[in-house]
């Protein structure tokens, strides 16, 4: 499975949206490294390494990349499967593709 299926919750394994968005935060203070919060989130390696990149993406100073609220955002709407009727993020190329094709 890859993280962005684990984010949208594909197969019920989803990974919670709120505290993706504190880990990304602890790791923009230093408080966490990247390495940690895969650990914590029990992700396989091939799902760290996406992670990785993802957090690298976010990071960046790019002007396509997404603030960590942003993301937030998205990922909510991503994860509302059950929800949202017609939900614009809810494959994993919709997902990748909102949040710069990562």
Do not use: C
């Amino acid at each position: 499975m890859s993280i962005y299926s684990r984010m949208i919750g594909i197969d019920g394994n989803r990974l919670p949206v709120h505290q993706i968005y504190s880990l990304l935060h602890e790791i923009n203070r230093g408080r966490l490294t990247k390495v940690q919060v895969g650990n914590m989130l029990g992700l396989s390696a091939a799902e760290k390494t996406e992670a990785s990149a993802l957090v690298d993406r976010l990071a960046s100073s790019s002007p396509f990349t997404l603030s960590l609220e942003e993301f937030h955002e998205v990922l909510m709407i991503a994860s509302a499967q059950e929800t949202l009727v017609n939900n614009p993020y809810s494959t994993e190329s919709t997902l990748k593709a909102r949040i710069g094709g990562v």
